[in-house]
Each structure stands twice: as structure tokens, then as C-alpha cells.
């Protein structure tokens, strides 16, 4: 798993002249149990934690593209700590769903469904989708978002066991275009790790940008480095997914791709 997160980060680190892709909660506190009921964990043949996700309706999860490199099998819901997982009842076998136009995380596009093996019923108490955000969802500049994962707590650190999660505010993108040095691929969120102490870094990759606590609107792409030392001099990164709402419609319809 470490050579493929140091393979991942050579191709960012490429495009971007010295950024790296990383993602981890900075700064954040471990989530009460009865919130954010939507985490899922993305995990590999070896039923390791690589990504964070969170279901969008009963048979699917959204991730981030760029968690394909790590081939992931299966997802576990309704748990906040990994530790404890029932596999009989908790873990899902997926089929991936990648964005057509992906090609790597500095392209854009960074955005996968997982097609759950069975339905994850709604109504439980242990597991709640999220929203898509609608034309009504505007994000102002300063606004308070929620980002959560199991990855590392500080740079260089290790994924956690308890869920963690961190308010962060929204950044106009033409501030964060001019950060970037205008290298920014289209259709993205910038919110957190620039003019405060919170983020995201490695681990956290894929998991929801949480707007009013019930609806998505961005998914963990990437940031600058391995340094999580919030802050930096430029924003955490997500994928917008109001951009991707027709293409998710259309595979929840069809439920395959």
C-alpha cells in the first residue's frame, strides 16, 4: 500500500511542480456516532483502509477516481470505527464506476461510483445517504463545510480506527485559481488548509464535503505536499459534484455503468 501511495503522489507531484496529492483529517475531532451515518470506507483485497466514500442512495457510493489505483473491492458501512466491522452485515463487495473522462487527479473528473453487491437499506438507524446538491445550493465564500475520514491526524502519521471529522470554510475559486498559480483542473471546490488550521491529507481521499450536514457538494481530490501543517499556501481541492449530477443520475437510474 505505501508504494502505491508513493506512485499516486509521484504523478501529482509531476503536474504540479512540487504539490503533492495527500488527504488526511487535520485539526478535527473524532465524529459523535450518531452523525455522519453516510461514511463509507473504501477498502482493497486486503480489507485495508484506502479511501474515504458515502452513499448517495441504496445501491451506490461516491468516491474519488484517483481511489482506483488501489483497485478497491469492497466498502464498509455503518460503523465509525474500523475496528469494528461485521463483515456478514456491514461489508459490501462493489463494482467501480469511474468518471469516463478521468485520467488522473491533476485532469479533473476525480469522481467514481462503487455499485454496492446489495442493497443498503434506507430507514436504518446505522446507515443514511447524503443529499446531491440541487441549483439552490450556493456556497459563499467563508461558509462552514463538514469533511470527515479515517485518515492520518497529523503529516506522515498513520490512518486512524475512529472516524474523524473538521468544519472547514469554502474559498472563491478565483482566489484559489490565483493561489494555484491558475494549475487548477475545471469543475472543483476549494474549502480548507489556506488562512486556517483544518483540512484534509492522505487517507481521506474520497470522502464528502458536507454542505448544511445532509448534502454533498464536493469530494476530497487533493492538496498541496505532505505537509499537513494548515495552513498553507494554497486551498484543499474537491471535486464539484453539482457538475456530475446528470452523469450520477444517470447510472442510479440504470443502477450499472
Excluded at 451515518?37 to 482493497?44: E, G, K, L, T
Aim: proline share 4%; with cysteine; charged share 25%.
Amino acid at each position: 500500500m505505501h508504494a502505491l501511495h508513493t506512485l499516486l503522489l509521484f504523478h501529482v507531484l509531476t503536474y504540479f511542480g512540487g504539490n503533492a496529492l495527500v488527504s488526511e483529517i487535520i485539526n478535527g475531532k473524532k465524529t459523535k456516532q450518531s452523525s455522519m451515518m453516510y461514511m463509507a470506507s473504501v477498502q482493497d483485497k486486503g480489507r485495508r483502509h484506502v479511501c474515504g466514500g458515502f452513499l448517495i442512495s441504496e445501491d451506490f457510493v461516491v468516491t474519488a477516481a484517483h481511489c482506483d489505483d488501489w483497485k478497491p473491492t469492497s466498502v464498509v458501512l455503518g460503523t465509525h470505527n474500523l475496528k469494528k466491522v461485521n463483515d456478514e452485515t456491514m461489508r459490501f463487495d462493489v463494482k467501480r464506476c469511474k468518471h469516463p473522462f478521468y485520467k488522473e487527479v491533476a485532469s479533473g473528473n476525480d469522481i467514481m461510483l462503487l455499485k454496492l453487491s446489495r442493497k443498503a437499506r434506507r430507514g436504518k438507524k446505522t446507515i443514511k445517504p447524503l443529499q446531491l446538491p440541487g441549483q439552490d445550493v450556493k456556497l459563499k465564500e467563508g461558509k462552514k463545510c463538514k469533511v470527515a475520514g479515517w485518515g492520518f491526524t497529523r503529516s506522515h502519521g498513520e490512518i486512524v480506527n475512529d472516524l474523524q471529522d473538521v468544519d472547514v470554510p469554502i474559498i472563491n475559486l478565483e482566489k484559489c485559481q490565483k493561489a494555484w498559480r491558475n494549475k487548477l483542473p475545471a469543475n472543483v471546490t476549494c474549502a480548507g488548509g489556506y488562512g486556517t488550521k483544518k483540512g484534509f491529507c492522505q487517507g481521506d481521499s474520497g470522502g464528502p464535503l458536507v454542505f448544511k450536514e445532509k448534502i454533498a457538494v464536493g469530494i476530497v481530490s487533493f492538496n498541496s505536499d505532505s505537509d499537513c501543517n494548515y495552513p498553507t499556501g494554497v486551498p484543499n481541492i474537491y471535486t464539484d459534484i453539482s457538475k456530475f449530477v446528470p452523469w450520477i443520475k444517470e447510472i442510479l437510474q440504470k443502477k450499472t455503468c
